[in-house]
């Protein structure tokens, strides 16, 4: 199993900047498989935000092109990071860390993004 522990999560007015961590620890393999943000907006699905593969490739969701860069370090436990600018009331939710393409079927406990002025 792995450990996932993400913050850096907070509240921001709109046009604002934030840096999300992601600590992950564990089995190698599994935090090897780390790779990806993911949200949930009260009374939404969770969704993919953006997803990094092992050459580099990062993949984003429509709603956050251009604004938002994940990036990744092959450290013992901090792997995940996203930089999220111009942030905007819709980018409200709980963001996690998990496995990509598909994520483990447990989360951590997400950080709370909230875009309000």
């Known amino acids: 199993q792995v450990q996932l522990v993400e913050s850096g999560g907070g509240l921001v007015q709109p046009g604002g900047s934030l840096r999300l961590s992601c600590a992950a620890s564990?089995?190698?393999?599994?935090?090897?498989?780390?790779r990806a943000w993911y949200r949930q907006a009260p009374g939404k699905q969770r969704e993919l935000v953006a997803a990094?593969?092992?050459?580099?490739?990062?993949?984003y969701a429509d709603s956050v092109k251009g604004r938002f860069t994940i990036s990744r370090e092959n450290a013992k436990n901090t792997v995940l990071y996203l930089q999220m600018n111009n942030l905007k009331p819709d980018d409200t939710a709980v963001y996690y860390c998990?496995?990509?393409?598909?994520?483990?079927?447990?989360w951590g406990q997400g950080t709370q993004v909230t875009v309000s002025s």
């Open positions: 564990g089995s190698f393999f599994r935090v090897l498989a780390v």
């Open positions: 990094i593969t092992d050459g580099g490739t990062t993949n």
């Open positions: 998990n496995s990509y393409p598909k994520p483990y079927d447990y």
